[in-house]
């Protein structure tokens, strides 16, 4: 209920002059310039001519419960009246401030409010702080205060000495100064609409065209001048100045002009115009804020909000200062941060604005490489750009990838959802230049949902370091050429492979080139041609084939998983050469053994004989026939061998079937020819033409060829 009209204020020089005591109970009390009146007070009110006196009075501002310890209200010299705010829930805050956050704030606060100054124009002062944890966004805080003024004839506020400690660790402090609309605000801006609604139809279309044309000009003025004063690098926040200690509102009164305020105010405040008067109405708060964060644990604040990093990666303790300006509907927010104590020490700056935060200038170190990058984060979606220069990139790869890969120089697009860095749910594409296995590689790849593709060009890439278990006599060399490979995941399975190119690898002094095709585990080369040296894969000892080269064309396939010699696979035509000696034949390799099927060859006999063997110094074997070993362990206790042959010399022609099994050699001659005179003492007479013609079997030892170890019958 209104006051009695002798307790309502009265024009100048006619205020009330009053004496006396009153008890009131359920008072409602509207200050002027005070957004929200005190409801249902209760308690004793002294009157002092134009004074009034408040003592142990209790009630309600908007939702908030408040009391008055002992206050005045003086009609004549003003409010000097402190209101102390019980605890309430924060939410209670913002609704009776009228505040709205696009971010959820939770917790409980008190707050001791002064009300001071004309009766007219007065201004809130006070200071406020939380008595629970209070969890701003996700981020729950153990404490927090600030200290705060409001001016609402002049349409300032402000809120400075911001102290708030995430529970993580670490500490926060910052200003807020708010400009706020005004009652000439309001007016000019409901006589801008007037004038604009009574314009004359037909000129309606163009003034307001040209009105709208001036207020956007204006605002890309104002827009232009916060934007200097956000990159202001050089700026100290004032909530961080030891010289801002003193207890004192950082409001001016209406006595002292906005204009002439202390430096340390200006800061955080836009530059005026010098013809205020064309600047458009004010119709929604502008905000400009300063916070300081120190030591801030990046990896505590990243849990809570789902940011899984691998557990090799941790982010460390945050430095952060954040400038903040613009209409309350339409912020914008520079972050500067550095975080130098982390795995991989970083710094950056990000750009905010409504839902969306842009990164630049962000430098990560691994080791003693730069990345240089930046990226969006928009909504629930990520996506990040990386130039690497010579950068290690091993460290950064799931402990399981097979592959050494060393350092990278090149451009990286990556994609994915907060909060879940699980590599089937990523997207990259990039070119990369890098020493993989000790070769030099160019990859043009990208990444969908765990599938992955790559355009391998590689060069001079040791064999020996793909193959996990190469075989130990075996001269690997390098591998050359270009594939194109696709995967299901960063794990590198093998059996998950799929890919198809051209390669050329060397050898021992050989080499081979062609297709080869990766599917389901194993791979398979179609071999345009070959050429390698018999000896890595022959004994020491055996006898005149290490001194030959192969060559032909073929197919191999084998494992992936597993490069063995017994799982190899393999058909072609191969071509042998050796020191007077030739061979052809169909090949095929399976299940760790080969097989030979020799349309024909032509072998010189000596080598395989022991010195000065009589008659056969000059032999040669020819004939056909099919040989097989063991590719594994080749020697020539392994072989078995069916063919036909004909052994041609000065002094011995034979012909006929030989066998080899177990070490050992068997001959069913049709025919033989051998002359008598290299076995008979010299001058013999009557014999020196002799010879000898017949036919039967003979036998030996495969590997020592000595005539005390023949056996033979026949006919002669």
Do not use: C
Request: no cysteine; aromatic share 4%.
């Amino acid at each position: 209920e209104p006051l009695p009209p002798k307790l309502q204020n009265k024009p100048e020089k006619q205020l009330p002059q009053l004496e006396g005591n009153a008890k009131v109970e359920g008072l409602d009390l509207q200050i002027d310039r005070v957004p929200q009146p005190l409801l249902k007070v209760n308690g004793r009110i002294r009157f002092a001519k134009t004074a009034m006196l408040f003592e142990d009075a209790k009630g309600s501002y908007g939702l908030l419960p408040v009391e008055v310890k002992k206050g005045i209200i003086d009609l004549a010299q003003g409010y000097e009246l402190p209101i102390q705010v019980l605890p309430a829930d924060t939410q209670k805050y913002l609704e009776t401030l009228q505040v709205e956050t696009p971010i959820d704030i939770a917790g409980e606060a008190e707050a001791i409010v002064k009300v001071v100054g004309p009766i007219d124009t007065p201004v809130l002062i006070g200071k406020a702080n939380t008595t629970a944890t209070t969890t701003i966004d996700r981020i729950p805080f153990s404490e927090a205060s600030g200290e705060f003024a409001l001016a609402a004839s002049e349409g300032e506020m402000a809120i400075e000495k911001i102290q708030a400690k995430p529970e993580a660790g670490g500490e926060i402090q910052g200003i807020v100064q708010i400009k706020l609309p005004t009652d000439k605000d309001k007016t000019a801006a409901k006589k801008e609409a007037k004038t604009s609604q009574s314009e004359p139809s037909s000129r309606a279309g163009t003034d307001s065209h040209y009105k709208k044309n001036i207020a956007n000009s204006d605002q890309e003025k104002q827009d232009s001048e916060n934007q200097e004063l956000l990159q202001k690098e050089e700026e100290t926040p004032k909530a961080i100045d030891p010289k801002t200690e003193e207890e004192k509102s950082p409001l001016q009164t209406e006595q002292t002009p906005p204009d002439s305020q202390s430096n340390s105010s200006e800061t955080a405040k836009p530059k005026p115009k010098n013809d205020k008067s064309k600047q458009p109405p004010l119709t929604e708060p502008f905000i400009q804020a300063e916070f300081q964060a120190k030591e801030v644990p990046g990896d505590a604040i990243a849990q809570i909000y789902s940011v899984n990093l691998p557990p090799t990666i941790a982010i460390g303790p945050v430095n952060a200062r954040t400038r903040t300006i613009g209409p309350a509907s339409k912020l914008e927010t520079l972050v500067q941060w550095e975080a130098l104590a982390g795995t991989y020490p970083a710094q950056g700056d990000i750009e905010i604005a409504q839902s969306t935060m842009v990164f630049r200038n962000t430098l990560i170190q691994i080791e003693e490489a730069i990345v240089r990058g930046g990226g969006i984060v928009s909504g629930d979606r990520w996506e990040v750009a990386a130039i690497l220069n010579n950068t290690p990139i091993t460290p950064l790869l799931p402990p399981d990838f097979a592959v050494d890969i060393g350092r990278v120089t090149g451009q990286i697009k990556l994609a994915g959802n907060l909060g879940n860095f699980d590599p089937t749910t990523l997207q990259a594409a990039g070119i990369l230049s890098s020493t993989i296995a000790g070769g030099q590689v160019e990859i043009a790849g990208q990444l969908d949902r765990g599938q992955w593709e790559a355009d391998i060009k590689g060069s001079s890439i040791p064999l020996a370091n793909l193959i996990p278990t190469p075989p130990p006599n075996l001269p690997l060399g390098v591998l050359s050429g270009r594939v194109q490979l696709r995967g299901s995941s960063l794990a590198f399975d093998p059996a998950a492979l799929e890919g198809q190119g051209s390669l050329t690898a060397s050898l021992g002094n050989g080499g081979v080139a062609g297709d080869i095709t990766l599917r389901e585990g194993r791979w398979q080369a179609d071999i345009d041609r070959f050429q390698l040296s018999l000896s890595p894969f022959l004994p020491p000892e055996t006898p005149l084939l290490p001194q030959g080269q192969v060559v032909g064309k073929g197919r191999v396939a084998g494992s992936l998983a597993n490069f063995d010699l017994a799982t190899l696979q393999a058909d072609g035509i191969v071509g042998m050469t050796i020191p007077d000696g030739v061979a052809e034949a169909e090949v095929q390799v399976a299940n760790g053994r080969w097989q030979a099927n020799f349309d024909r060859f032509q072998v010189p006999l000596t080598p395989f004989l022991p010195p000065d063997t009589l008659g056969l110094q000059n032999a040669q074997v020819t004939g056909r026939g099919l040989v097989t070993g063991d590719l594994v362990n080749f020697n020539l206790a392994s072989l078995t061998a069916d063919g036909m042959v004909v052994i041609d010399s000065d002094d011995v022609k034979a012909a006929g079937a030989v066998r080899v099994a177990n070490g050992r050699w068997t001959t069913d001659l049709n025919a033989f020819q051998v002359s008598l005179s290299p076995f008979l003492p010299p001058g013999l007479p009557g014999l020196q033409n002799a010879q000898v013609t017949g036919q039967g079997t003979a036998a030996g030892d495969l590997l020592n060829f000595d005539s005390s170890g023949l056996t033979a019958n026949g006919q002669i």
